[in-house]
Structures are given as structure tokens and as C-alpha cells.
């Protein structure tokens, strides 16, 4: 899930210090932003399958209480099938928020649209849940985390609304390597679920596996921008049709710290 964000700015993440006043202004800008990203995305159609496969954060974790919330858009290009069927969706919104559990713990949840590689499933809106865990020291220079996360919702197929679960996991290497850039890479798989109803179980699946690379540049002290990119290998089959091939998201997000 997830619009995951990490240190604080006396951490690693490197965000430079700003005026109490401003920060403040800037806060509820970013508030305001990511309300605005959420209602928009609740007032999208509700038919949707699988993920965004792209994290947009570091390894690092928030400080237990600390709160933050992210805001952006992507893309993704697919090509899947035999013969090759390629589909191209050039805006994707993407809104999330994040609360630290506990030291090396936080929880997030988001909202996306999503592309599936199937042409009889257009873009569509899911959300996702997801519980990171740091598994490195807070003071290390490279930080690794593991991230499990479920999403579930609705779609319209076949003039039938289904049901789609979509658990996953993601390991995540990142490092600061300038007071206010830390890179990172991190390895993603998902799972998608699309309840078949008569059909044999199992008949309408989606799965996904790849890698990630992004840059988490800080703006100030509360604000930071985080572009990535991640190719992933597809294989999925829509009523009895195989649709296996390559995929590639992009996207870029605004994040918030409160």
C-alpha cells in the first residue's frame, strides 16, 4: 500500500527545517490536497482490481503517533497475451495516509485507480491496507523493510459485480545518499482474486512480480516528493484466457508530514 513514508526530520530523511508558520501553512495545504485526491478518487467509478505495485517510499518507518499522507498520479503500459494486446493508461490518481504503530512499526492505507491488462477490464478504483516493519537500526545507513498488505473491492465484469482480494508483499533497500535524497529499490508481488461464481475456482486471476526504483527528494521540512518506476512480469487469465506479459508503472507523489 501504500503511500508509505518514512523518517522524521531529524532522522534520515533529510527534510530541511522551516519556520513554525509556514510549516503550518504547508500542512494544510497538504491536507487539503489529499482530501481533495480522496474525494475525487470516491467519486470514481467503484469497479476495481488488483494494486498499485509501486510504493512510493523508503525502507524507514514513522515514529510512533507521527502521522503522514501522500498525493500524486501515474501510468501504467502493459503488453499481455497471445497475440499481444497493448493498453496504455497514462493517469492513474493516488492518494494515501500513514500512522506509526510503534518503534520500526507503521500501518497505511490508500486509495488508487488501476489498470489490469485486460481489455475487459478498464481502469477502476481499489484501496489497500498494508503494515510495514524496518528490519534495520533507526541509525543505519542502509535500511531494509518488509511490507504486507490486503486490498479488496468491487468490479463490473460480464454485467456481474465481483468481488477481488489482493494480498502482497514488498521488500524494500533504501539509502540516503545527499542531506535531502534517499534512494531506494524494492522488489514487489501481488495477487489478485477475481471471484468466479460458476465458474471453476480460480478462473479469473492476476499476478504480478518486479522491481522498483525511486528517489525520495525532501522539499522542506514537512514536504517531499517521490517519483518511481518498476517493471514487472504479468500473468493472469480472464475467464479461461491467458493474459501474461510485461508491465510497466510509473507515477510521482507528493508527501505530507504532520
Not at 52 to 79: C, E, K, M, R, V
Not at 81 to 92: A, C, E, I, K, V
Not at 141 to 150: D, I, S
Not at 167 to 175: E, F, H, Q, T
Amino acid at each position: 500500500m501504500s503511500g508509505r513514508d518514512g523518517r522524521g526530520p531529524d532522522g534520515a530523511s533529510g527534510l530541511v527545517r522551516e519556520s513554525g508558520g509556514g510549516g503550518r501553512m504547508r500542512a494544510g495545504c497538504g491536507l487539503t490536497a489529499v482530501f481533495a485526491m480522496f474525494a475525487a478518487l470516491a467519486g470514481a467509478p467503484s469497479a476495481w482490481a488488483g494494486s498499485w505495485l509501486l510504493g512510493f517510499s523508503p525502507a524507514d518507518t514513522l515514529p510512533p503517533g507521527a502521522f503522514s499522507a501522500i498525493s500524486g498520479t501515474g501510468g501504467q503500459l502493459s503488453s499481455v497475451g497471445d497475440p499481444r494486446t497493448t493498453s496504455f493508461t497514462p493517469f492513474l490518481a493516488h492518494a494515501g495516509i500513514r500512522v506509526g504503530l510503534a518503534d520500526g512499526w507503521d500501518i497505511g492505507y490508500r486509495l488508487a485507480t488501476v489498470a489490469l491488462p485486460f481489455t475487459a477490464v478498464g481502469p477502476s478504483l481499489g484501496s489497500e491496507i498494508d503494515v510495514k516493519h524496518r528490519l534495520t537500526p533507526k541509525t543505519s545507513p542502509w535500511q531494509v523493510a518488509l511490507v504486507g498488505g490486503v486490498g479488496y473491492a468491487y468490479l463490473d465484469m460480464q454485467n456481474r459485480s465481483r468481488s477481488a482480494w489482493s494480498p502482497g508483499a514488498d521488500l524494500i533497500i533504501s539509502r540516503q545518499v545527499a542531506p535531502k535524497y534517499t534512494v531506494f529499490a524494492d522488489l514487489r508481488y501481488l495477487y489478485t482474486f477475481i471471484e468466479s461464481g460458476q465458474q471453476t475456482s480460480g478462473a479469473n486471476h492476476f499476478q504480478a512480480f518486479g522491481p522498483g526504483l525511486g528517489v525520495k527528494v525532501g522539499l522542506t521540512k514537512m514536504v517531499s516528493l517521490t517519483p518511481e518506476v518498476g517493471v514487472f512480469d504479468f500473468q493472469g487469465r480472464l475467464t479461461g484466457d491467458r493474459a501474461d506479459g510485461l508491465g510497466v508503472q510509473y507515477g510521482a507523489v507528493l508527501g505530507f508530514r504532520f
